[in-house]
């Protein structure tokens, strides 16, 4: 049984950020799945332990490349995976549904997310989604790590490290975002890298509906009032656990 490491870009010092991470560890990742270990990292220089990372970094948007490449460090020293599944705090995840998803995958040179247009003249997979990394992609980004762009935005410039190093990205994946208005629960579902869509009105449709049985990731940013994000995080834990 292959393994997967989530590791969950965090914040503390942002308070809907830091809402999420615990909302994040009361539903989603307080369900015990075998083969998927799951760490939440942040800046500052707290003491870590087995469920948090410190990486010792400022918060902010230009040391996320900093952050991510510490995490990425700690996991091959310290931890036992055969993928990475980069989240964020306004993602849900299922964890049954993504370490199935990972059995089927390519086990070397794997570089998977949704992948769009950078504007700079190449693909990126945008960091919305997540990314899913084979462990020897890890050990080549650390590796290059001098080769990161940090003037980039993260998802982009970790897409171009893969790109300059040889790693081609795949755009394929089972992720999805989600709204919540007078109609119900709207979902944009990005199957095989296409868009697509549908409303349900009871979220246990997720378990049987063509367009979402398979979703393992489900983004919650609503940005007109950012606590509706914690209450579709409860609204799915209910669901889907």
């Known amino acids: 049984m292959k393994r997967v490491l989530i590791l969950v870009v965090s914040v503390e010092s942002i308070?809907?950020?830091?809402?999420?991470?615990?909302?994040?560890?009361?539903?989603?990742?307080?369900?015990?799945?075998?083969?998927?270990q799951t760490v939440f990292y942040f800046g500052g220089d707290k003491a870590s332990t087995h469920k948090v990372l410190y990486t010792g970094h400022e918060e902010d948007y230009k040391t996320m490349g900093l952050k991510c490449l510490s995490a990425f460090q700690y996991a091959l020293i310290n931890l036992n995976f055969d993928y990475i599944f980069r989240a964020n705090s306004s993602q849900y995840i299922d964890k049954k549904r993504l370490v199935n998803y990972v059995q089927d995958l390519q086990t070397?040179?794997?570089?998977?997310?949704?992948?769009?247009?950078s504007g700079k003249g190449?693909?990126?997979m945008w960091g919305g989604g997540g990314y899913i990394f084979s462990k020897?992609?890890?050990?080549?980004?650390?590796?290059?790590?001098?080769?990161?762009?940090?003037?980039?935005?993260e998802d982009v410039a970790i897409s171009k490290l893969c790109i300059d190093i040889g790693i081609p990205l795949t755009s394929k994946g089972v992720s999805c975002s989600v709204d919540w208005n007078e109609n119900g629960y709207e979902f944009?579902?990005?199957?095989?890298?296409?868009?697509?869509?549908?409303?349900?009105?009871?979220?246990?449709?997720?378990?049987t509906h063509p367009e979402?049985?398979?979703?393992?990731?489900?983004?919650?940013?609503?940005?007109?009032?950012r606590d509706i994000d914690?209450?579709?995080m409860d609204d799915l834990f209910k669901n889907l656990k």
């Open 122 to 124: 190449y693909d990126y």
């Open 108 to 117: 070397n040179n794997l570089a998977l997310g949704l992948c769009t247009d």
């Open 136 to 153: 020897d992609v890890i050990e080549k980004i650390v590796d290059q790590k001098n080769k990161w762009d940090h003037s980039l935005m």
């Open 230 to 232: 914690l209450i579709l």
């Open 212 to 225: 979402l049985i398979n979703q393992f990731c489900v983004r919650v940013k609503c940005d007109r009032n």
């Open 188 to 207: 944009i579902c990005y199957r095989e890298g296409k868009g697509g869509g549908c409303t349900v009105h009871d979220l246990s449709e997720m378990k």
């Open 15 to 36: 308070p809907v950020y830091e809402k999420l991470y615990h909302k994040q560890r009361e539903t989603w990742d307080s369900i015990e799945v075998p083969n998927v």
